[in-house]
């Protein structure tokens, strides 16, 4: 198994892990591991955090598990995805209830 590249910044969130796989000859999935299962599958649940260029030393958010999208900066990502939010949310009145 390939380790996480060594500028990776996040932590796996409690109960969750990363692994990650050669994806192809200079990109690297990086997986997130869903601690629970869920009622419509009984294998490991996975989501695609994002992918990393060994060679340019780049992230990069996911389109789906086998397609990379754009460059993204690693800071502006979460533990659980390299997603960017493109809007802030707004704080509602529900938000101080």
């Known amino acids: 198994m390939i380790e996480l590249p060594t500028d990776f910044i996040h932590t ?3 109960g969750y892990k990363y692994e990650c796989e050669q994806f192809r000859s ?3 999935r990086i997986w997130l591991r ?3 299962g869920f009622v419509y599958t009984t294998g490991a649940v996975r989501s695609v ?3 990393y260029n060994t060679r ?3 992230y990069y958010a996911p389109i789906n598990a ?8 690693i800071d502006k990502t979460t533990p659980y995805t390299a997603m ?7 704080p509602t009145v529900l938000s101080f209830v």
């Open 56 to 58: 340019e030393r780049k």
């Open 26 to 28: 200079k990109l690297v």
């Open 66 to 73: 086998k397609k990379p999208g754009k460059v993204i900066d």
């Open 49 to 51: 955090w994002g992918f």
């Open 12 to 14: 796996a969130p409690k």
């Open 84 to 90: 960017q939010i493109l809007k802030p949310m707004r």
């Open 34 to 36: 869903h601690p629970d």
